[in-house]
């Protein structure tokens, strides 16, 4: 089992930046793909962006490519999404993911509430 901690969150001005974090920890091996998901109110779940812990290979919903950026830090067990022009639509609940590709996940952290004011 892996175990997924976010933080970073908070309330900021459209144009603003955020970079949320999260960590893990526990089976971190057993899960290669790191991921962002993000859920406004009334709106399902969405992908944002993914990265591999071994090779740094980056997949982006193509929404978002260009504000937002994902790193990882290896010796840290820590993976960041940075968020830059950030607008009202970009308010919701991001979730941190780990899973064993790129395009499948099955371990989620518990969330940090991301809300961009006009």
């Known amino acids: 089992q892996v175990q997924l901690v976010e933080s970073g969150g908070g309330l900021v001005q459209a144009g603003g930046s955020l970079r949320l974090s999260c960590a893990a920890s526990?089976?971190?091996?057993?899960?290669?793909?790191m991921g962002w998901f993000r859920q406004a109110p009334g709106k399902e779940r969405e992908f944002v962006v993914g990265?591999?812990?071994?090779?740094?290979?980056?997949n982006y919903a193509n929404a978002l490519k260009g504000r937002f950026t994902i790193s990882r830090d290896n010796a840290k067990n820590t993976v960041y999404l940075q968020m830059n022009s950030l607008k009202p639509d970009d308010t919701a609940v991001y979730y941190c993911?780990?899973?064993?590709?790129?395009?499948?996940?099955?371990?989620w952290g518990q969330g940090t509430q991301v809300t961009v004011s006009s």
């Open positions: 993911a780990a899973g064993r590709t790129l395009t499948e996940y099955d371990c």
């Open positions: 526990g089976r971190i091996f057993s899960r290669d793909a």
């Open positions: 990265i591999s812990w071994s090779s740094g290979t980056t």
